[in-house]
Every structure is written in structure tokens, then in C-alpha cells.
């Protein structure tokens, strides 16, 4: 069946640092993958998506990039803020209106 | 615009007692969610809604669980008898249609404590 794994957390980084949370999947055919934020007290919220393979899903510095070969979509941040502390959730969907199926989510604190 | 709204926020029953959630999605928004979180792992969809109709319940423990959403908006989940394993955060989220399901927005959740 479909599958999201992640590494695991907690991932602790001091400002400026870069991060890179990976992430690979399991799907037949070709899933789209998202990249999902929970900040601290607040519900989830879409960060970025790519739809097709080498799609690079980017915003508010974050990137991810769709790989085939590899089966991967690593979230990475050149430099990282304390505001970025938050858990990371990667997710897919297979089809067009079809449910969201979730990795495990990884934890990342920011230090000062 | 306002976004998801769920009551309560947190609720810790004992075991065998019953328990429910309410959810208010996004106006405007056709299809609703509810997940399961787990501590530790992430969501799983418990049910999907497209208005009042339900898309997907394939994971839902429906010996337990049960959801309604009959008048297209807001929507209950509904636990009866609750075990210590349900003991969980459960979201509701809602996306404009079913076709972008992928960008869904999320409410806060309610955390379940089962004793």
C-alpha cells in the first residue's frame, strides 16, 4: 500500500543552521507529495507541494524537490529561524481527490 | 476569513463512557475531514464528507465510532464506548472540493484522554 516514512525526531538545530528532513515514499504510479507544518498550538497547514517528478515545491525558504528515482522529497531550509520550530509532516496523495496519507512527523526545535 | 473550528479542545472521559466532537469548517468549503492522531504518528483519516454524503469511512471503527454531518456544515464525531487506545488527538479539517483534497485546512483538534 501507499507509505510515508520520515526520519525521526526530535531535530535540533541552532539558528542559521541547514536543515534537511527526509523523507521517502512507497506508491504505485505517481503520488503527488506535500510538505505539511504544525506550529506549536496550532492546527496543520500546507507549506509546499510538487505534483510530478523533479517538481520543486518551495515557499517561505523551505524547498522540497520530487524524485523519482530515489523516491525521496527532502524538505531542506538554507538557514533556519527560531519561528521555524514546529513539527514537519510529509504526506502524499495517489489520485486526484484521494485521501492524504501521512508520515509520522518530525520534530524540529531551533535554538538561539 | 475564519478558519476550522472544533470544541472542545481537550476532554478526558473514563473508559466505556461516550464522548463527541464538534467541528465547524470553513465556510464555503464542500468536503470535510476527520483524522486521528496518535502520539507520535501522524493523522489518519477516520472519514471523509463531501456535503452531507460520506466519501470514505474505511477507517473508521464503526462498532465505536460514528460522524455526522447533516446539513453539509458542521459536523459531529462521536465515540461510544471510548477505549484507553483511543486516546488521541482528533482533527477535522475541510477543503473547498473533494479535486483539492491536497490543500486541506486544519483546526486545531481536541485531545482525547482516556482513562
Given at each position: 500500500?501507499?507509505?510515508?516514512?520520515?526520519m525521526?525526531g526530535?531535530?535540533?538545530?541552532?539558528?542559521?543552521?541547514?536543515?534537511?528532513?527526509?523523507?521517502?515514499?512507497?506508491?504505485?504510479?505517481?503520488?503527488?507529495?506535500?510538505?505539511?507544518?504544525?506550529?506549536p498550538g496550532?492546527?496543520?497547514?500546507?507549506?509546499?507541494?510538487?505534483?510530478?517528478?523533479?517538481?520543486?515545491?518551495?515557499?517561505?525558504?523551505?524547498?522540497?524537490t520530487y524524485?523519482?528515482?530515489?523516491?525521496?522529497f527532502?524538505?531542506?531550509?538554507?538557514?533556519?529561524q527560531?519561528?521555524?520550530s514546529?513539527?514537519?509532516?510529509c504526506?502524499?496523495?495517489?489520485?486526484?481527490?484521494g485521501?492524504?496519507?501521512?508520515?509520522?512527523?518530525?520534530?524540529?526545535?531551533?535554538?538561539p | 476569513?475564519?478558519?476550522?473550528?472544533?470544541?472542545?479542545?481537550y476532554?478526558?472521559?473514563?473508559?466505556?463512557?461516550?464522548v463527541?466532537?464538534?467541528?465547524n469548517?470553513?465556510?464555503?468549503?464542500?468536503?470535510l475531514?476527520?483524522?486521528?492522531?496518535?502520539?507520535?504518528?501522524?493523522?489518519?483519516?477516520?472519514?471523509?464528507?463531501?456535503?452531507?454524503?460520506?466519501?470514505?469511512?474505511?477507517?473508521?471503527p464503526?462498532d465505536?465510532?460514528?460522524?455526522e454531518?447533516?446539513?453539509g456544515v458542521?459536523s459531529t464525531?462521536?465515540?461510544q464506548?471510548?477505549?484507553?487506545?483511543?486516546s488521541?488527538?482528533y482533527l477535522?479539517?475541510?477543503?473547498?472540493r473533494?479535486?483539492?483534497s491536497y490543500?486541506q485546512?486544519?483546526?486545531?483538534?481536541?485531545?482525547?484522554?482516556v482513562?
Amino acid at each position: 500500500g501507499n507509505s510515508v516514512t520520515q526520519m525521526e525526531g526530535p531535530v535540533t538545530l541552532s539558528e542559521e543552521a541547514f536543515l534537511t528532513i527526509n523523507c521517502t515514499y512507497t506508491a504505485t504510479g505517481y503520488p503527488s507529495l506535500f510538505w505539511y507544518v504544525q506550529y506549536p498550538g496550532e492546527g496543520l497547514q500546507l507549506l509546499l507541494k510538487a505534483t510530478k517528478a523533479d517538481d520543486k515545491g518551495s515557499n517561505k525558504g523551505f524547498e522540497a524537490t520530487y524524485r523519482k528515482e530515489t523516491t525521496s522529497f527532502h524538505l531542506e531550509k538554507g538557514s533556519v529561524q527560531v519561528s521555524d520550530s514546529a513539527v514537519y509532516f510529509c504526506a502524499l496523495i495517489y489520485n486526484q481527490g484521494g485521501k492524504l496519507i501521512f508520515g509520522q512527523g518530525t520534530e524540529l526545535s531551533v535554538k538561539p | 476569513e475564519a478558519g476550522v473550528a472544533q470544541s472542545p479542545r481537550y476532554k478526558i472521559i473514563e473508559k466505556r463512557q461516550s464522548v463527541a466532537f464538534w467541528c465547524n469548517p470553513i465556510s464555503g468549503h464542500a468536503t470535510l475531514y476527520w483524522y486521528q492522531q496518535i502520539l507520535g504518528q501522524g493523522p489518519k483519516l477516520l472519514i471523509q464528507f463531501q456535503n452531507n454524503g460520506v466519501v470514505d469511512d474505511s477507517q473508521l471503527p464503526k462498532d465505536r465510532f460514528s460522524a455526522e454531518r447533516l446539513k453539509g456544515v458542521d459536523s459531529t464525531l462521536k465515540i461510544q464506548p471510548a477505549k484507553l487506545e483511543d486516546s488521541a488527538v482528533y482533527l477535522c479539517a475541510s477543503s473547498l472540493r473533494q479535486t483539492t483534497s491536497y490543500e486541506q485546512y486544519f483546526g486545531p483538534g481536541t485531545r482525547l484522554t482516556v482513562t
